[in-house]
């Protein structure tokens, strides 16, 4: 049946590879033989000549020096303008320390699962998401009056780079802490702390690109599996869905389409567009409303545990 | 939220400040057309693409926490491998690649100041009557930057040394007897690497 469609594509896939493949250029092109893609987290330079640059590390730089280098605000600009109309796509899809705490994610997930549903673990250690606007502040402030990007010289996200692309594996001592610390507040880095995200959930307030709700088929089934998938706690379900938006607006929606692939009803999609209302429809050919929920009460007897 | 950030941030940036902010990082080599030390760790991106670019992996990256707030820039370790000041090539590579201006476009190589060659005579073998002029023969700027003295001893002009550590590299003893104080000895960061 469509409605319990298990899909055969899936972002986190997707996802996943796309950070493997940016990962994989960074430490190409330590060589080289390799000149297509120079740089590190904080910049690069693709093809010899077009620059890009983190916004945060263009911005903190910028006001450490207090000079404006044209090249370096062009490439952190046209970043910037993705991030205005896609949101922080570059914390699911890109960043390297992202893809190393998914994957830590997906472990952490494995064994809070054989925990008892009503463990603080499994639902994990909750800090504020506000805390992060208040990092990047920190970062702001610090270089300009300290005249130091102290940020880009933290930063786990450069860390993992560093270590990976410049073998300087001892760094990684620090995000080796942050993933101990993750397994018990789930995502804590991404969700509350990345200054770089905050920056990201600053402009990306209004874009384009968003999970989309499908009318017609959201709501019928409230198995908050979209919820439970979040990787930024984002309560799918209850704010989005049930309240019968047509968009997931939520500033630290990364769209990394977790929720996508969870839905056992294809109520979400990715897309530019607003899925068209079909809501006059009549309800069975909403696709397995019903047998859906048999199929969720099945498949995990007992569980409503709700992780929000 | 963001506001108390900001005022957190620039009430360390004040303490930091007053404390001496580069006393902070490592004392190290920067790369040729570095700008002055204070501004050099403002402008660097901490990107590695001068790292990258450096046709004789001359550079290095700054990474661990002795390095402190210089962690992620490049430095030349010239025992390991000295500048070679991209002999062979038409530019300095890292020049051309720092998306940033913190190395500085050079006009000549003669006007780069990494730092100062110092002779340890000590240890130099020409101060303790042997032969030796290897330093002067691996240096790019030969009777500028190294000449010799009336007993065939070198010795350094240092307004004309580079500090490219191509006389450290290439020195025979055991430690060196040519070491570099590096440019940021002079200009504020005074922690040795």
Redesign the interface.
Known sequence: MRGTQKHIFRWVWARRTTAAVFLLLLVL??Y?WFPWL????????VCRIV?F?DPL??IE?TL??R?A?I??LV?AGVLLAFGVLAGPVFCGWVCPLGLLLDLNDALRRGWTQRLHRGSWLVRGLRVPA??K??????????????????F???SPI??VA??I??S?W??LLVVGALVAVEHIASRVWCRSLCPLG?LYSLVGRYGLLRVRVDPARAGKLRCERCTQSCPMGIRVTEDYVVAGKSAIDHPDCTRCGACVDACPSGALRLGMRATRDTSGVSDHTTPGADTDVRQCRSRRPGKTWRRV | ??????????????L??RAD?FAFGACVLRPPGARPE??F?????????C???C?FGSL??A??ARMG????TPYVDSRAVPCYLCQGHTDLKCIM?C???ALEPVADPADIRMGVAVIDESVCLAYSRTVCRICWHSCPLPNQAITFDQRLRPVVDEEACIGCGLCDYACPTETSSIPIRPACADNGAAIPP
Do not use: H, S
């Open positions: 092109g330590r080289e120079k740089g590190n987290t904080a910049a690069t330079t620059p640059a590390a263009a730089v450490a020096t000079r280098e090249d370096l490439g506000e805390i606007y208040g990092f990047l502040g920190l970062a702001l402030g610090f270089a300009l009056v300290a005249r130091l990007p102290a880009q010289t933290l450069n860390i560093w270590a692309v410049f300087a001892p760094a905050a | 939220m963001a506001g108390i950030g900001v005022a957190t941030g620039a009430g360390a940036g004040l930091l400040r902010t204070p501004e760790l403002a402008a660097c991106l901490r990107c590695g693409q790292v990258e670019a046709p290095q990256m990474v661990g707030i210089a962690n992620g690649v998306p940033t201006g």
